[in-house]
């Protein structure tokens, strides 16, 4: 430090060389259309909070990262109580990255990715959906006094539930007969993967306390929209989970966020076999499933809605998912539209639009 202003000596000179620009991975042109399809999509459900992601599936870059409200231009002059103070920080979060959600069935991707790395077979056992006492449809399991009920719409049982089925459908009953049929340490381990919370605190005798509640993505499950992309991605690249990066260029400066990412390195979550399995069940929750407002888009949207319930409010709307099915460069992506009900109603418009965008600049193919 004695000699850090004397330019003279060679190591300080080498440092005053070293170049000093930040390349950020956020594409302007995209973000700009991610922001005007996520305040669109929520001002005109009358909601108010939301959040989107957009992961380039190759590299981990990403490629849009957008929060709904942000800061309006303009300085208001007049001091804020400390209770208004706290509100307007509390709505101006970056809920891309730090919201935390129940994923409600979008968090059985990773449940779904549980189970195929526990046993490929698995995909092919069979739980049942029945008509419950009370008119809906679901399933009692064991060691809990009160059914695990599928959504409202559900009007109709689902039988005998496979993997697929299952995914397509969005079947709670045979997600929550599949977690306890796996246990909690394979949800845990997958969860590890993306820094998921799937439990409070993460160990096994807490998951086991919720178990089957936590296999369609409520309980203490947590999740952020950020987290949510990268299960997406990871099922759309082979497998493989790549370390999050906010920067383009390795000679920059890190930033937090890199700094973290950098220290991680390419880990397999599915074989490839297992990743085209679910991508394609993915797939068809789009063309004949949960997902079907989306089928007739121009790009081949591959994905999974989620509908999260909360205690004190309407329900979340999730959407999370990759594009184009079948392509040699994707996008991967997260959409959650807050107290909005329906995924497919609410969230799932606004990926479509996030892929057109994505499509109209040239980054899908």
């Not at 800061?71 to 101006?92: H, N, R, W």
């Not at 929550?176 to 605190?201: K, V």
């Not at 999370?320 to 995924?343: D, H, K, L």
Request: net charge positive.
């Amino acid at each position: 430090m004695r000699h850090g202003f004397d330019s003279s000596r060679s190591g300080v000179s080498t440092l005053l060389a070293r170049p000093r620009d930040l390349r950020s991975s956020i594409d302007a042109r995209l973000q700009v259309r991610v922001a005007s399809a996520l305040r669109t999509g929520i001002t005109r459900g009358g909601h108010t909070r939301g959040a989107a992601v957009v992961i380039d599936v190759d590299s981990g870059e990403v490629l849009a990262s957008v929060s709904y409200p942000w800061p309006t231009t303009g300085i208001d002059k007049t001091p804020a109580s400390p209770v208004d103070s706290e509100e307007a920080a509390e709505a101006l979060l970056d809920r891309a990255r730090y919201g935390l959600y129940p994923p409600g069935s979008t968090f059985k991707l990773l449940v779904a990715g549980a189970a195929l790395r526990s046993s490929p077979a698995v995909q092919n056992q069979t739980f049942a959906c029945v008509r419950l006492p009370d008119g809906r449809v679901g399933n009692f399991v064991r060691g809990w006094p009160r059914p695990v009920r599928d959504d409202p719409m559900d009007t109709a049982p689902h039988g005998d539930v496979n993997l697929r089925h299952g995914l397509v459908v969005s079947c709670n009953a045979y997600f929550a007969q599949l977690a306890l049929r796996l246990g909690p340490q394979p949800i845990l381990d997958a969860a590890s993967f993306f820094q998921i919370e799937a439990a409070r605190p993460a160990t096994a005798s807490a998951l086991q306390r919720t178990l089957p509640h936590a296999g369609y993505g409520q309980a203490d499950v947590l999740v952020s929209p950020l987290k949510m992309a990268r299960v997406a991605a990871a099922i759309a690249g082979h497998g493989i989970v790549q370390p999050v990066q906010w920067t383009i260029d390795p000679a920059a400066p890190s930033d937090e966020p890199q700094q973290r990412s950098a220290q991680l390195s390419q880990v397999r979550f599915l074989s490839d076999a297992d990743a085209g399995t679910l991508g394609r069940y993915m797939r068809e929750a789009v063309t004949s499933g949960t997902g079907r407002t989306l089928t007739a888009n121009a790009t081949a949207i591959a994905g999974k809605t989620g509908t999260a319930e909360v205690d004190d409010g309407r329900a979340h709307s999730w959407f999370a998912g990759f594009a184009p099915f079948g392509g040699t460069r994707r996008i991967a992506f997260a959409v959650i539209v807050e107290n909005a009900g329906y995924g497919a109603r609410a969230a799932a418009p606004i990926a479509g639009e996030i892929v057109d965008a994505a499509r109209d600049l040239g980054l899908l193919k």
